[in-house]
């Protein structure tokens, strides 16, 4: 009931910053948990952050708590991952992924998850 497009990947230095974006559209967007996922080929999926319904205060990953930030605007239908001193192991595939009807205990859960993005590429390298 909605679809979800990430944006704003690329390659980028060590220490440097990137913004992605996940555009929603259909559904009611303000009633979805968001959440960001990565992915590195051979590995399982990693929560990264996450945003309640109704613009709660996200979560994030003790990995990524200190350098990098979500943010939501349901006025636009539109989730955000502010990465700041990326470091090569955050080199994956940035997913995000919605649900209407996730608990708190299984929000970092991908099965959780009923919709996603086809994912956005973020390489850091020196």
């Known amino acids: 009931q909605v679809q979800l497009a990430e944006s704003g990947g690329g390659s980028v230095k060590v220490g440097g910053s990137l913004r992605l974006s996940c555009a929603g559209s259909?559904?009611?967007?303000?009633?979805?948990?968001i959440t960001w996922f990565r992915r590195t080929p051979g590995k399982e999926r990693e929560f990264v952050a996450a945003?309640?319904?109704?613009?709660?205060?996200?979560i994030h990953a003790t990995s990524v708590k200190d350098r990098f930030t979500m943010s939501r605007d349901n006025a636009k239908k539109t989730v955000y991952l502010q990465m700041n001193n990326l470091q090569p192991e955050d080199t994956a595939v940035y997913y995000c992924?919605?649900?209407?009807?996730?608990?708190?205990?299984?929000?970092?859960?991908?099965?959780?998850?009923?919709?996603w993005g086809q994912g956005t590429q973020v390489t850091v390298s020196s």
């Open positions: 992924a919605a649900s209407d009807s996730v608990i708190l205990s299984q929000v970092r859960a991908p099965d959780a998850y009923r919709y």
């Open positions: 259909g559904g009611t967007f303000s009633t979805y948990t």
């Open positions: 945003s309640r319904r109704f613009n709660s205060n996200p």
